[in-house]
Nanobody, 126 residues
Framework: VQLQASGGGLVQPGESRRLSCTTSGLNYYAIGWFRQAPGKEREWVSCIRSNDGTSYYAESVKGRFTISRDKEKNIAYLQMNNLKSEDTAVYYC??????????????????????WGRGTLVTVSS
């Protein structure tokens, strides 16, 4: 199983960025996005079940971020709009399966995930 996050970079406040998480070896999985800002603990951002596309969001990103997945390409996306300085962090994608085994609450917990990709840095600054 492999996951790889990409798409990070430097963006200005208010701009958008799309992160990608390329996966291999996962079936009927859930993908979670987490982030870790400098000096802070890792926090959950969003997650999606691959089987039916059900998605969940942290309150801090609800309405600004959208998670999606392309089942054929085995890629999950995190579209981030109206970025703020507080969104600056290293973003990680993680996978676990089968998605139906995990409640929404468990999918918001990093310890539920078995597989992690390397992070991608998003810096929001003018």
């Amino acid at each position: 199983v492999q996951l790889q996050a990409s798409g990070g970079g430097l963006v200005q406040p208010g701009e958008s960025r799309r992160l990608s998480c390329t996966t291999s070896g996962l079936n009927y999985y859930a993908i979670g996005w987490f982030r870790q800002a400098p000096g802070k603990e890792r926090e959950w951002v969003s997650c999606i079940r691959s089987n039916d596309g059900t998605s969940y969001y942290a309150e801090s990103v609800k309405g600004r971020f959208t998670i999606s997945r392309d089942k054929e390409k085995n890629i999950a996306y995190l579209q981030m709009n109206n970025l703020k300085s507080e969104d600056t962090a290293v973003y990680y994608c993680a996978g676990v399966g089968p998605a139906t085994y995990y409640s929404a609450r468990l999918l918001q917990t990093d310890r539920s995930y078995d597989y992690w990709g390397r992070g991608t840095l998003v810096t929001v600054s003018s």
